[in-house]
T-cell receptor, first 118, second 110 residues
Framework: ETGVTQTPRHLVMGMTNKKSLKCEQH?????MYWYKQSAKKPLELMFV???????ENNSVPSRFSPECPNSSHLFLHLHTLQPEDSALYLC?????????????????FGPGTRLTVL | GQQLNQSPQSMFIQEGEDVSMNCTSS?????WLWYKQDPGEGPVLLIA?????ELTSNGRLTAQFGITRKDSFLNISASIPSDVGIYFC??????????FGTGTRLTIIP
């Protein structure tokens, strides 16, 4: 148990569906991250939030829409996805280095959501 | 951008053997992190290193921050079945995002 939870753990959706992934951290962190993990590829950073503000969007297609209502919760809204978007989506959190600059030290990961797009 | 070369990509060992893996970078890092990922789970932080030359242990695991700040090593002594999984290194250069290696898949042969 790392203190970061993700729901659902598994999701199968069609290309026309709209779904959301949820992440919650109980570590008192103020920085949260979304990563995509595909087979045989390094972890790909998607989004970074620091004190609820998005500080990084790593050229992610607009069919992925993040939302961070508070420092403990992070969502990833999905719509009109493609089969190549099938992957493990990981949420992580960390202490911020400084306000306005998210720390990239010691990130703690959730268990991930295994997404399959049909 | 920064790249992390992690080797070996996979290892097949017998229970009780020692394991060594490493990561090398094309640029300097301020922090090295080592994670382990079990099937169907997220990466779990094993060891964090903050200073060049630092040697840190966590049970049977020992990791070192290379003197050049461009590499790091992870050793596992007397491997046991629960050591099976994928091990990732990650480097942090200060202002940049964490850069992850491609992982070392450890398999223990019965």
């Amino acid at each position: 148990e790392t203190g970061v939870t993700q729901t659902p753990r598994h999701l199968v959706m069609g290309m026309t569906n709209k779904k959301s992934l949820k992440c919650e951290q109980h570590l008192g962190h103020n920085a949260m991250y979304w990563y995509k993990q595909s087979a045989k590829k390094p972890l790909e950073l998607m989004f970074v939030y620091n004190f609820k503000e998005q500080t990084e969007n790593n050229s992610v297609p607009s069919r992925f829409s993040p939302e961070c209502p508070n420092s403990s919760h992070l969502f990833l809204h999905l719509h009109t996805l493609q089969p190549e978007d099938s992957a493990l989506y990981l949420c992580a959190s960390s202490h911020p280095l400084d306000r306005g600059l998210a720390s990239h030290n010691e990130q703690f990961f959730g268990p991930g959501t295994r997404l399959t797009v049909l | 951008g920064q790249q992390l070369n992690q080797s070996p990509q996979s290892m097949f060992i017998q229970e009780g053997e020692d394991v060594s893996m490493n990561c090398t970078s094309s640029s300097i890092f301020n922090t090295w992190l080592w994670y382990k990922q079990d099937p169907g789970e997220g990466p779990v932080l094993l060891i964090a290193l903050y200073k060049a030359g630092e040697l840190t242990s966590n049970g049977r695991l020992t990791a070192q921050f290379g003197i050049t700040r461009k590499d790091s090593f992870l050793n596992i002594s007397a491997s046991i079945p629960s050591d099976v999984g994928i091990y990732f290194c990650a480097g942090w250069g200060g202002n940049e995002k964490l850069t992850f290696g491609t992982g070392t898949r450890l398999t223990i042969i019965p």
